[in-house]
């Protein structure tokens, strides 16, 4: 069977499909969220279409959406935002290179190479866990150390991933054993997806961001770990594009680097010359970047002495010295356990003035705040005054101040980002912080909602945009306007995120179906919008996918008026557990819960009263509920429980007063085998359906 055609298969697609729902990148993800939701929702008919069009050879990759992030050099790190379609092609394209390329590599795993290491086929994530394998990065530096080989050098390349020639790929492809005709395939997609924002095609680059491009830069990199000198004892270690070499001696290590400065101009790959300091190892553990070693005092499992860690803040960051940052990997570990405080907060701003790089470990530490105080409220929208050289700071900035400003500020906001909005010359990540935030408070006319939605030349920030639309600021005749016209946009990002909305929102296409996106058309059939029947129920349709053996139920006699409403909170918990958006999937669900709570007791009056939106003081007093539908409690109960756990619900968990965190992917498996109980338990009601 030849490469292409595993690729094309749809078992590889749904293999693909699983490894990006299970992506451990949540930098990544969180542009992806909302569109991996909107896709689970009709997965299987949509994969079945992509494999059929890819056998066609009529499947076409979209433009990417590129973003781009300051470095601590001050120049541009590229982040490129592909589409969920494009993404599964990719990683299937990857999966057929992985596959081939582990038997070559995996007894260099954890000795020699430490990054990207493939997981396997069977393995629920596409890579193996990266902090087991920058441990050992770090304890093999640390043996060749005790071993005495006391002279170190690093060798990095210059924007490795930007500058991997496609000819050079596709060398190593053939010479891995693909065919051609797959190294060419890949090789076009890659050009499609690589280049600049202003159209111009390059024939080399991979683009950053995307799961798979870490594997497939190990195709070209590998060709480092075949170093060899004649009589040089050496030691050898690899973490992606970062080599460290140590030797006996510094004249070893010179030849060492001169090999791999040749090694490196044979396939077009650049040293970062600045960075390659040779020296004699006088401490070792200042030479390495590890985390927690030693571990933090301050921090230890579940506490954190936040005194403690605000001094450890202070010492990397000394005043003294411009607040230059001392240690970035362990400044971001302590932020990202700090509690906000105001002294804390108030150097952050000085910090972020030398390093705008840490803008969103910083970021991530305002939103702790439910509500920013006055006063770094106000130095934040000074921030995003200031802030006119990197784009994606500025976005990030206006995202966190979004809801959590007070009246005052948030009208001086206003009044700073409306002359702003330039919908076609925004940077689309600019544009979505900055359209969400002026839809949300009033600051925009129909028109111009319309306008962004429809015709900003960004596909990513289009969908992302509709996705965030609701009725408070824009009236219903225009949402239905965006979404109905939407569902034949040349993008299918876009197209399926209106085809789900016009579903949700029981909105009539305005348009001819010949004239419909596909995946439009594929999602709304799964919906049972197109060709629907009388036995269609979303309900059960959802249920099946996530409890196959539960039975079906007469969901639209137990919910009555309310049933189309719980139709769609059905259907998008199921495609939030689909996506691995966990949190998603226990918020929707507990709100699912309380629609059914209150189904169940207008139809059993033996159960007493219930008030829709209460769901937490039914809970507290379940004794009837309890008696007569206890695994409809026990569902209940547990998954309103667990919504207190997650930080998308409340800064602390209540009684224990810990802080909140995200919740378990682990935690999908009970939660489904407490659904199909209660499922089956309604079935067997008499009083119910």
Known sequence: MSDLTKMRSIENLRRAWRWIRSNADASFKSYFRQHYQSYAIADDALLADLADRLKRNVYEPAPPCKLYAPKASGILRPYSLITVEDQIVYQAAVNIVADRLLPKVSHRYYKHVFGHLYAGKTSTWFYRKWSDGYKAFNDAARKADADGFEYTA????????????????????????????????????LERWTPTEQGIFHNHGIPQGPQPSGLLSEVVLSHFDNLKLKQVDFRYFRYVDDIRLFARNEHDLRRLLVELDMMSKDIGLF???????????????????????????????????????????????PGAKGYEIENPTRFKYLLA????????????????DRHPEIYRSACNYLRKYKRLPRVPSKRLIEKIKEETLYQSVRAEYIKVADGRLGDIEERTLAKLVKPLWLPQSL???????????????????????????????????????????????IPTIGIEKIISGGIDDESNEVARVCAWELYARQVKPSRKRSQ????????????????????????????????????????KKLFGTHHHQAERYAVEMVSAATAVNIAAFVNVLDTFNDLLLHCIYRKDGTLGGYNLGNIGGIMNSPAALASNYPAVMNLAQTIHSKRYESLYSHPVVRGSNKPTGRISYKFLKPAKVLLEKAIRELSASKNLT
């Open 337 to 352: 356990h700090a509690d906000p405080n105001s002294e804390l907060t108030a150097r952050l701003w000085k910090i972020l």
């Open 516 to 555: 419909w996106n596909r995946e439009a058309a594929i999602m709304l059939r799964e919906l049972g919008v197109i060709g629907k029947v009388s036995t269609f129920c979303g309900i059960n349709n959802s249920f099946l996918k996530l409890c196959s053996k539960a039975p079906e139920i007469k969901w």
């Open 154 to 189: 690093s060798f990095d390349l210059t924007a490795c991933y930007d500058s991997i020639d496609h000819r050079v790929l596709r060398h190593f492809l053939e010479k891995n054993g693909h065919d051609p005709e797959f190294n060419k395939t890949l090789t076009s997609y």
């Open 427 to 473: 940077h689309p990540e600019l544009l979505v912080s900055m359209g969400s935030f002026l839809i949300r408070t009033g600051n925009l006319t129909s028109n111009q909602v319309i306008y962004a939605c429809r015709h900003i030349r960004s596909w990513w920030a289009r969908a992302t945009l509709i996705q965030g639309l609701n009725d408070e600021n």
């Open 271 to 317: 040293p970062q010359s600045g960075k390659i300091s040779i020296h004699r190892v006088k401490n070792i553990e200042k030479e390495l970047k590890t985390i927690s070693n030693p571990s933090e005092t301050s921090v230890k499992r579940n506490f954190v002495d936040q005194k403690r860690l605000r001094k450890r803040i202070v010492k990397l960051t």
